[in-house]
């Protein structure tokens, strides 16, 4: 009983904190878009810095410890990921000037939504398969030395058992262009020696097991999470975007170190 009242003591102090912090400072940078929007220069080297800010104080404040292995590329990339949680964007932006393609879903969440959407964002229709054709074209004008593009292309998150087959559609353009494709995989652990939930039950958000609230609630109760992102050593080239995907998910997979 005490163990459950400090963990939700626990959470909701951390999340009281995440919130103060993330208005905070997404405020300082909405303001901040003032000047490059007032001299029409572009706005990403403000975003990522703001999204580098943002990562280390939410990984500091939930007491996630991220280990980096290998070395992650320079903008501007095309990067694949294996997805466990709404979370993994934090060590990928603490070690990369991106940007994520996500589903249009998030774009009608309340605050946040508009929120992603000025941190430049890409939203697709994963039910309309003409939406992916203007995406690709949105990727196409937006690579550059400020920024990479970093797709999940599991099309959903896992338990992190294993990494799921990798859909063709999203790399329509790596392949159309014979763009090289980096790849990294992402792992979580919890203290659960210390009576912290396993890292598949209390980090991973998949299959929904719970709603948002009371996974976020389990999250912020942990003692800590440690993180590990794995980056592969070289990039993959190919002109046909279903062998791409399957070369991918098997390098993601070679790299990526099963939750159990």
Known sequence: MLVSIMKTFRASVRLTLLLVFTLTSYSIYFVGLIVPLALRITKDPWRNLFMRVWSWGACLILNIRVTKEGSPPDAPFFL?????????ILPLFLHLKCTFVAKKEVRSWPLLGFMVMTTGVVFVDRVRKRDVKRVNKIISGSLNRHQGMIVFPEGTTSGGDAVLPFRPPLLQYPAST?????????????DE???????????????????FHKHLLKLAGNRRIDCTIRFGEKPV??????ILAEELQKRVNFIFEPME
């Open 237 to 242: 080239r190919e002109d046909d975007r279903k």
């Open 80 to 88: 694949v990921s294996n997805h466990l949680s709404y979370i993994d």
């Open 178 to 190: 014979s763009t090289p494709v980096h790849y990294a995989s992402i792992r979580y652990e919890t």
């Open 193 to 211: 020696e210390n009576g912290d939930l396993p890292a598949e039950e209390s980090v991973c958000f998949y299959g929904a097991r719970d709603p």
